[in-house]
């Protein structure tokens, strides 16, 4: 069965006083690509997901999980 991914990706942004253009800036990608994110329209990639990690200072755990059924 497949599971939904969610995210904390805003919330933590947010904690790192970053606008999403901000992030964008810092990891390569649009701002779009934050958006879309942010909203679990885009799942980003494994390369994606530990850039944004590493930017954010945690893990990638902190920003995605699968939401349980």
Request: hydrophobic share 45%; with cysteine; glycine share 2%.
């Amino acid at each position: 069965m497949m599971k939904n991914l969610s995210n904390n990706l805003k919330e933590l942004r947010k904690n790192a006083a970053m606008t999403q253009a901000d992030l964008a800036e810092a990891i390569g990608v649009s701002r779009k690509t934050i958006n879309t994110i942010e909203n679990r329209i885009f799942v980003p990639s494994t390369i994606l997901a530990l850039k944004l990690a590493i930017v954010l200072h945690c893990s990638v755990h902190e920003i995605f999980e699968l939401e349980s059924d």
